[in-house]
């Protein structure tokens, strides 16, 4: 961490002064539908190194192209294991060189929450598309801007909310939609895990550490998918039980969603503890999943007795290819920049009512 720190000072500066003909040149390519997009990982920790990069190896509409890393020995390992070219390998410091290679058409920003705007604003202004770690950014200013930014280079910006792929919970977003259990009354969301490590990014706040930020988005954006509309206003309480490591950000956050209509949610994310449950109630019946968000797959049922455990190979790989075919479709994307955003302006409010003790009402 303290390498990638090193390399992740620089500021927006040398992405705005981008020529405008690099800009041009590239993001207004028309992409023949057959040809494999190039995908830059950008971070190389877990995530990139356990689960993108393997999945990148089964999808068929995109490719591990490139990376960027501010690790040398990272860079030379990931150079032999996938037989990246070196002229598609970057750092930190060249990052915004990227807009001058044409075998690059995505990078995937996988690096700690404080730093998703200032890189999906640069690989926008390089022209490339991108895609973006949940959560988006820190603040709703910040996811803004990220969204300006994709718009202003006529790029695509896409969440990896890899859970809007997966096929039980498209089948409950479509619950939402039709009602066949009728109006909803109530829904809980849970999603955490016991936390081991005591010097990771998660538990800095200037990275963009705590529960909320990091699982806090899994039970926020499965209460909005699930009620198929926006809450109306939010009720927090944080706790610690691990003071010595959780000194600067919460370790648990429990919080309570109101929505129109009177339907209202309970959720809850931790790094204190394993949950991974969605229970949402209708008035005529019900369904719940667990585990809801489990990358080795989703189980669940509903209250007629239908089965909600359909298995697909691998939820990294669907979720890229779905948003790769979106950007050579000109289609928009499942996860957009624009939900990425209604979740940040929730969580922001979330902090809020932690802090002033009391319901803050969304607008």
């Known amino acids: 961490m303290i390498k990638r720190r090193q390399f992740l000072k620089g500021t927006l500066v040398g992405a705005a002064g981008l020529a405008v003909s690099s800009q041009d040149a590239l993001a207004n390519i028309i992409i023949p539908q057959n040809r494999k997009l190039g995908v830059a990982l950008v971070g190389l920790g877990y995530y990139s190194t356990d689960l993108l990069a393997p999945a990148l190896q089964l999808t068929e509409h995109c490719y591990l192209a490139g990376i960027v890393t501010g690790t040398p020995s990272k860079a030379e390992k990931w150079k032999q294991q996938y037989n990246i070219p070196d002229k598609n390998i970057y750092n930190y410091n060249n990052f915004s060189s990227l807009a001058n290679n044409p075998a690059i058409d995505i990078v995937y920003i996988v690096l700690p929450p404080s730093m998703h705007a200032e890189y999906s604003i640069k690989g926008a202004a390089a022209g490339k598309h991108v895609w973006c770690e949940k959560p988006m950014a ?26 809007h792929h997966e096929p039980n919970t498209q089948k409950i977003m479509r619950f939402a939609k039709e009602l066949p259990y009728g109006k909803l009354q109530n829904l809980s969301a849970a999603a955490g895990y016991r936390e081991s490590r005591t010097t990771h990014w998660k538990q800095t706040k200037a990275l963009g550490g705590g529960a909320m930020y990091d699982m806090g988005v899994y039970p926020l954006n499965a209460a909005r998918y699930s009620a198929g509309m926006e809450p109306v206003a939010v009720t927090a309480r944080a706790s610690v039980t691990r003071p ?19 339907a209202t949610a309970k959720c809850e994310t931790s790094f204190a503890k394993g949950m991974n449950d969605l229970q949402v109630n209708f008035k005529n019946g019900w369904y719940k ?31 890229m290819d779905d948003d790769s075919i979106a950007i050579t479709k000109k289609a928009k994307p499942l996860a957009p920049g624009e939900d990425g955003l209604k979740d940040i302006r929730i969580v922001e409010a979330i902090y809020r009512s932690v802090k002033e003790k009391k319901r803050i009402a969304l607008t």
């Not at 996811?143 to 910006?157: E, G, P, T, W, Y």
């Open 138 to 163: 820190m603040t709703a200013a910040e996811c803004q801007s990220m969204i300006d930014a994709a718009k202003r280079n006529k790029v695509q910006l896409t969440i990896g909310y890899r859970m």
């Open 289 to 319: 999943l667990s585990p809801f968000q489990a990358y080795s797959g989703i189980n669940g049922e509903t209250s007629d007795g239908i089965r909600l455990n359909e298995r697909i190979p691998n939820q990294q790989a669907k979720q």
């Open 244 to 262: 010595e490591i959780y000194h600067e950000v919460e370790e648990t956050m429990e919080f309570d969603l109101e929505f129109p209509g009177g």
